[in-house]
């Protein structure tokens, strides 16, 4: 009832004129995203990639402190500890990693009968060296590796693919008949030709990884180049009187850098792969040098009777390339949502 | 077309020929010497060795000869292996590497199929996780160590299959198959989940819906077909994958095929076998590429060769 008798009693005076004013519908409501934070909201949603974007940066981590946590070095050989089974403080208790190891068929704490007083968490080798040390020195080795080998890719394909695309013509044509030719070489030939001429080492892998691993990214680069260089933007910016090394900075780049993103991240578990590869073939690192590869090659020789030593270096190769691929798969989702596989 | 596919045989050759010229000149400069116990010898006994071998001759004449031979399909003789010819040495080998190729390939590409299918008809549910995660899998983790774990479980530590070696009739392929086939079949689910997703958001489906077809029929006569053809466009990373792979599966499982013989070649220094599996590999790999290019034109002609892939 009172709603009504207010009703009624409305005067004149209790109305207002509203203008509308056109600036209002012009107006942006939510803040504006840069192509960045855009990114990032989409990347945030990917549960797999965020996981996996933790799990990697753990692996980093305990590849630069791992080596030092536990004290023992990683090239230290002690024959009285050798072929050690894992054994970790705390949870030995539970029955894992308490240090029983088989011998002769039968189960036995090793820790006992060799009189070993100290812990090797992932146990030892059979030189005695402590593989928990090593394995995170490896990871370290085999990460090394990938990141300057996909840096490398990287710089070379963008360089090569923004000139051949930017420039066109003749050189364009030159620059493509070369791709195509080399396109036609399987990578893993030229790369165990290229390692088997060189020093074995972290060099010789990195140059036989770069040396064809650049051409997928100058292809990405050329088409893209192409596709943004006769767009009115830049037409704008070269009538204002921008020279090219201005426009490819400034208005190319920016442009192709999620690409180049994306394709980067394809190239890390890549690298990591192919150094794997190679070590385990027998043509990559060698003794006394550690890393994933190696490590694995090391594990498979002694899979009957120790099988911790393979087991480690195989989880973390295999936590990284996942890692890396599903971060790759939410990068690729969220910068670019019209790539597809 | 015919153009096209001239031009590309053209760059068939070339490539081959760089292939075979560039291995030839690296196995030159590597370290070491392909006669074993070389350093043991006296100069005459090296001079009798070299000749036999026809490395005494300048360098430019061994290539030009070698070049020769090639160009009849002699692939020269294996310094390792006392006088044999590497054609005989590879033709063989080549039964396993084929019969474990084919068997990963087939039985890859077919499950994965199924499973792609299967998690584009569920998407998002616990079928589709479950596939895509298994497909992660096989593209993250290394064959070789893949390779390795199932040898331990299921050859040292069951004893369900033989640990290795080729001579146990089919027992002996499934385990290195088994390893080979996660790359294909990761590869192949991926694939078809995505595009069996958009195939089944288009047009003629809702209508196929409306007809009244049921489930199986529309998952297997209009959408599997559609989403089938952009699947030849990974057969040559496929095939590629393939051939790494077989390089260490077989030395895993001690298989006696083509990429053992690559890798225990580079190991003794035998320049003349493992140049002639460089350009068997190569060969292999750029054939596959053409004919994948070409059959995908010819699939699909709204894809216009001429201005395709390259």
């Known amino acids: 009832m009172r709603n009504e008798n207010e009703q009624e009693k409305l005067t004149p005076e209790d109305f207002e004129r509203v203008t509308i004013d056109a600036h209002h519908s012009e107006r942006i409501e939510k803040p504006s995203l840069s192509f960045w934070q855009d990114a990032w909201l989409g990347l945030r949603k990917n549960k797999a990639a965020i996981v996996s974007m933790v799990v990697l940066l753990l692996v980093i981590l305990m590849a630069l402190i791992g080596p030092h946590l536990n004290g023992h070095a990683g090239d230290t050989q002690n024959l009285r500890h050798a072929n050690l089974p894992p054994k970790i403080p705390g949870i030995e208790a539970t029955g894992f990693f308490d240090g029983d190891g088989k011998l002769a068929g039968k189960k036995v704490d090793l820790y006992e009968m060799k009189k070993v007083d100290e812990y090797y968490w992932f146990g030892t080798d059979g030189l005695g060296r402590d593989l928990f040390t090593r394995l995170w020195e490896g990871t370290r080795v085999s990460l090394f590796i990938a990141f300057v080998a996909a840096a490398i890719d990287m710089v070379i394909g963008v360089a090569y693919g923004g000139i051949s695309g930017y420039f066109g013509g003749r050189t364009d044509d030159i620059m493509q008949r070369i791709v195509e030719i080399l396109i036609g070489i399987p990578t893993l030939i030229v790369v165990i030709l290229m390692i088997m ?15 064809t691993g650049w051409i997928g990214m100058s292809r990405i680069v050329r088409a893209q180049t192409l596709k943004y260089k006769s767009q009115e933007f830049v037409l ?45 073939i027998g043509i990559g690192l060698q003794p006394p040098a550690a890393s994933l590869g190696t490590l694995i090659n090391d594990g498979y020789k002694v899979m009957e009777n120790q099988p911790y030593v393979l087991l480690f270096p195989a989880i973390v190769i295999s936590v990284l390339m996942i890692a890396f691929n599903l971060i790759g798969d939410g990068l690729r989702d969220a910068l670019d949502p019209k790539m597809k596989d | 077309m015919v153009k096209y596919i001239g031009k590309r045989i053209v760059y068939m050759f070339i490539t081959l ?44 004449v061994q290539y030009a000869i070698y070049m020769k031979n090639l160009a009849k399909g002699d692939l020269g003789t294996s310094f390792v292996f006392k006088g044999k010819s590497v054609n005989d040495l590879l033709a063989k080998r080549l039964k396993p590497s084929l019969i474990l190729g084919a068997q990963a390939m087939v039985f890859g590409t077919i499950v994965g199929i199924l499973l792609g ?59 290195p198959s088994l ?9 192949s689910a991926r694939f078809i989940r995505t595009e069996m997703i958009e195939v089944l958001n288009s047009d003629y489906i809702v209508l196929a819906k409306a007809k009244g077809a049921n489930g199986f029929e529309i998952a297997f006569k209009h959408a599997f077909r559609n989403a089938l ?25 001690a298989i006696p095929g083509i990429g053992e013989q690559f890798v225990s070649s580079i190991m003794t220094n035998d320049h003349a076998t493992i140049m002639g599996t460089t350009l068997m590999f190569s060969a292999f790999l750029i054939v596959v590429i053409f004919i994948v290019d070409i059959l995908y034109g010819v699939i699909d002609p709204r894809i216009r060769v001429s201005g395709g892939k390259g």
Request: glycine share 8%.
């Open chain 2, 17 to 60: 020929i760089l292939i075979a010229t560039a291995s030839f000149f690296l196995m030159q400069t590597l370290p070491g010497s392909p006669i074993a116990s070389y350093n043991k010898l006296n100069d005459t006994q090296k001079a009798i060795v070299e000749k036999k071998y026809g490395i005494d001759k300048p360098k430019p």
């Open chain 1, 236 to 280: 704008a910016s070269r009538t204002l009187g921008a020279k090219d090394g201005k426009i490819i900075t400034k208005h190319l780049l920016p442009n192709m850098l999620g690409i180049i993103i994306i394709n980067t991240m394809f190239t890390i578990p890549n690298a990591i792969f192919f150094e794997a590869f190679l070590s385990f």
């Open chain 2, 229 to 253: 053809i952009p699947l030849i466009t990974v057969l040559g990373p496929l095939a590629a994958g393939l051939v790494t792979g077989s390089l260490v599966v077989e030395q895993i499982f």
């Open chain 1, 197 to 211: 001429i060189m020093d074995p080492g972290i060099t010789a892998i990195i140059v036989a990884i770069t040396i």
């Open chain 2, 117 to 175: 299918m299967l998690a584009a008809l569920k998407h998002n549910t616990f079928w589709d996780y479950g596939s895509t995660f298994l497909a992660i899998l096989g593209i993250s983790i290394p064959s070789f160590v893949f390779a390795s774990l199932l040898q331990y479980w299921i050859a040292s530590e069951w004893h369900l299959l033989p640990v290795g070696l080729w001579n146990d009739g089919w027992k002996s392929s499934v385990l």
């Open chain 2, 179 to 187: 390893a080979l086939a996660m790359g294909p079949l990761a590869l």
